[in-house]
């Protein structure tokens, strides 16, 4: 897939092939977006044209001081992963930037889009753009005038509900990992590097890899989770507690991502590893004591394995 990062105005030099075009913002690529995505890709086969998506950063909201967006589904690096798994054949990153924002949008339309030689665009539903977010797919309907051709996604409901990333990123903050399981149509994940802690974790029983997340993860309620833990492409299962370790912490407000790996030993210090959010276990507590912190752990840790026997993967 080739990546192209764009700031408007869009340069003069630019080489664009025909196209079908998704375009939205896309923070999960949850199976609305995907959707949204396929669209393009087929329409993009049948035609014999590239499949393209057109997609922002940083998000919008971010930018405007809007409440929400200082963290993410899917930061950019892991969106592209799921753009190229899917088949898409080149993404456009536009910069997001104040003056991106005053943007009128029949001004996108025709210094935007048209120049990326898009001859089918594909959005969802809901999809806005331009100025205060004036414009609507049915913009996009009215100003075509037989330039592109247009498709405008239904939404997509899965157990009764609209998939939408603002849903997922509430499940997130309940926990309920399992829930965003079905809306993205797979686990939720994040990726980092192993970092020195204060290793009590091994002194107690229960050695612990350290995870410290190098971009703006989404990381959701504080707690026990049964996790896929991957390093050097080898995928472990394994408890992990998210976090300020109240035991043992009592100033620290710094979330940590403490993982005990089952049936693993090695040194991982400094590599990057993904760890994928299966299930919830139980909140975070402040124990009396080590003795009965020890004890939650092996029962953390016999739940959890039972679970994994049980086919939960």
């Known amino acids: 897939m080739k990546t192209i990062s764009l700031t408007y105005p869009l340069p003069n030099e630019l080489q664009a092939t025909p196209c079908a075009i998704a375009l939205g913002y896309f923070d999960g690529v949850h199976i ?36 929400g967006y200082t963290s993410y589904l899917t930061p950019l690096s892991d969106k592209l992963e799921q753009f190229e798994k899917m088949g898409v054949d080149r993404t456009y990153v536009m910069k997001f930037d104040i003056g991106f924002a005053a943007v009128y949008p029949e001004d996108f339309i025709t210094e935007c889009m048209l120049p990326l030689a898009c001859r089918h665009v594909v959005v969802g539903f809901d999809y806005t753009f331009g100025y205060r ?3 609507t797919a049915h913009t996009l309907q009215e100003m075509s005038k037989g330039r592109y051709g247009l498709d405008i996604i239904s939404p997509v409901n899965r157990l009764g509900e609209k998939v ?25 994940k994040v990726r980092g590097k192993v970092v020195h802690g204060d290793k009590r974790g091994r002194t107690i029983g229960f050695p612990t890899a350290n995870v410290r997340v190098g971009q703006p993860y989404l990381i959701g309620k504080n707690g026990v989770y049964g996790v896929r833990f991957t390093v050097d492409s080898k995928s472990y299962f394994g408890v992990m507690n998210v976090g300020i370790k109240p035991t043992f912490e009592l100033e620290k407000k710094e979330k940590s991502l403490e993982v005990h790996i089952f049936e693993f030993s090695g040194d991982i210090y400094d ?40 086919g939960i993967s």
């Not at 399981?181 to 686990?187: A, I, M, N, S, V």
């Open 32 to 67: 609305g977006h995907r959707r949204v995505i396929q669209k393009a890709i087929d329409t993009a086969k049948t035609n014999g044209w590239e499949s393209t998506v057109l997609t922002f950063d940083p998000h919008p909201r971010e930018v405007l001081g809007q409440s």
């Open 133 to 135: 977010g004036m414009g």
């Open 164 to 188: 939408s990333s603002t849903i997922i990123r509430e499940y997130l903050h309940h926990g309920n990992v399992e829930q965003v399981r079905h809306l993205l149509g797979r686990p939720y």
């Open 271 to 310: 590599k990057e590893v993904e760890v994928e959010f299966l299930f919830y276990i139980r909140e975070e507590q402040k124990f009396g004591g080590v003795d009965a912190l020890i004890a939650q752990i092996g029962r953390d840790v016999d739940m959890a394995k039972r679970k994994f026997a049980e």
